[in-house]
């Protein structure tokens, strides 16, 4: 379509099968198990621990004690439709499109300008993320000369809204590229680029010309020259789609001429074509017969937009060169002073066409054009039901599958950063490679510098006044920073009626899991006793890979877990830890500090400890996630980070509050535990029970604040 930018703002169930491998030790957790109500030690209101374990799955009921209660968890995540585990290779996007045509499975593309303005980059990638939850097969770049499409140091570039979907929405992406603006060199400059960057795929493009020029000569370059120039120079690398038009390009001599011009530039390797909008199923019907007369075989994708407003769709057809037929535009004219009806109306008219056209197989998918707006093709994909709801993990992270040129390749991560995954992505960003054993005890892995990476994370947080309703405007003792995370793991209310939708340690949005419910209790007492989890996973032994709360993986596999227990906790309780710590030789544990004056360990200082790993019929065991003595020195500071310039930084320099979480980023020590006797019940818990067990109330808050 013309490069329009319209004014958009910016209970778990039981197995029901036998579960294999389970323990038979059925009866209670660890936790519960040895938990003696008496011992906790609360600032508020006490809420013992009472969870049955009777409803647990059997891999569960005998050691399940711990839950990951990130965005990352088992339940919440959903793998895109091709991100099998077996995808380690690059597989070019018309390949993949190929594979779906010929098993006759209608899939979706969704196509994005860049966002006009840096602090929209954080809101646009959210975005994605909940577009992604639908499984698009990839998302699609406008070239858009206003945001200097090929400056990579611009966040608003086309480039790097391109390059950062595929880096971190972990989806296919297309950009599109214009040519006729620039000299040849300059083009092969952006292809490079592009190449640089890990895009595979292109929308090759001749670009509108100026209106005002007088002499359309100076721009000889069409979008077949482009289609051929990136032939010559980068052979296969790129998969080529090309712009089609069901009416006929408006300056193309005739309707024939260009459908004999849209031949050459399939000759001239174009893999696919994507079609300009049209209204009406028979425009297409007739495009498609047409091209195919003429010789062309490759896939043919109908461009769909619905409409969203009155005046929207009128200023793209005004640019576009199309007429909106009279009885749409009659219906239009009697509502459009009512704009849900005509967003209704919009949808009504996109799903019928989409049905008709999926239905007789004449298009193949469908490309729809979002102008970056999320309720109307969402609704129009859910109504056809090309929108996934697909909960297969294939890795217990979200990976790239099989469509990027490196990441496909990545199959190991440190578990710190499960509750924030771009951030792992942005500081791995310049990794090469992925290969088995990248956290072998030999590597020492280099990471990005955090700043950059906060210059669109902190910009995609919620704004001050938001965040203040969550986090408290006011914290007058550490029994308000253990409420913020308390209301966090609870999702009730808070004082101002706000549920709080992620801590700062959390890049996406609160989504509860039926395995965070099931220990909620658990971690609930933790933080009310000012022990700050941040991440945790249940220790599994032998749950089926289909298992919907901790399976992953190929089908017919088993996977496991050891438990695995991330805090903040108080100096002083750290130093008792260790000595609690002792009696329990199974259990690995690093405690750090903020400046690591404080570095405490019984591991291997550089041997990374399996956490997560699955045994898959015909294969080697895979281990996706470790805990890294290295990487876990790097995570320190992105944690401690956390503290200050997300949370600190909403109070006045001198108060009460700011000073308090100073305190605390000062004083308290970062600690992981894992325990290894994965196959009994996990002691986790005991242990920290045992850490503040004769504390009296007043030593429940930390020394610093003493
Ligand atoms: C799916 C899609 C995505 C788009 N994305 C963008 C975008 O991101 N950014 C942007 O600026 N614009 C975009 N556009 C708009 C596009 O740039 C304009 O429509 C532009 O006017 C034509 O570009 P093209 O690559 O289709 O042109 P080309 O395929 O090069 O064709 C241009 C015209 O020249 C004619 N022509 C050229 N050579 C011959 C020949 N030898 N014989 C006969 N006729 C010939 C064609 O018939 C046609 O009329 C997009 C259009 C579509 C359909």
Redo the contacts with the bound molecule.
Sequence with gaps: ???VQPQTTDTLEPPTNGVNGATTNGTTNGFNRNLSTNSLKKLNSPIPYCGSTNDLPAYARSNSTLSRHSPDSAASVKASGDNLRECTEYVPLHKRIEKRISSGTPFFSLEFFPPKTANGVANFLTRIDRYRDGGPMFLDI????GSDPANIEKETSSSSIAAACLAYCRVDTML?M?CAQYPKEQTLKHLQLAQNLGIRNL???????PINDSDPSIYPY???DMIRWVRTHFGNYFTVC????PKG?????SYA??I??LK??VDAGADFI???LFFEAETFETFVADCRAAGITVPIIP?IMPIASYDSIRRVAELSKLTIPKHIMDTLESIRHDDEAVTKYGIHLAVEMCRRLLDSGVAPSLHMYTMNREHSCREVLQALGLWQHESIRSLPWLPHGGHHPLRCREDVRPIYWCARPKSYIFRTKDWDEYPNGRWGNSSSPAFNDLQEYYMFYLKGLPNKEAMLQMYSRELNGIEDVCRVFVKFLTQEPNEEGVKISKLPWNEQEFETSAETELIKDQLVWCNENAIFTINSQPSVNSAPSSDPLVGWGKPGGYCYQKAYLEFFISKARAIKLKAVLEQYPQVNYHVINKDASIDWSNSDPTMPIAVTWGVFPGCEIAQPTVVDPLSFRVWKDEAYDAWLNIWAALYPEESKSRKLLQDIHDDFCLVTLVDNDFVKPSVLFEILEQVISDENEAAVTFAASG
């Design positions: 379509m013309a490069s406008t070239w858009h000369l599109h214009t929308l090759a493009l001749r670009g509108d010309l069409r979008a077949l090309a712009s089609g038009y390009h408006p300056e193309a001599p001429a260009d004999a011009y050459m530039k994507i079609t300009q461009g």
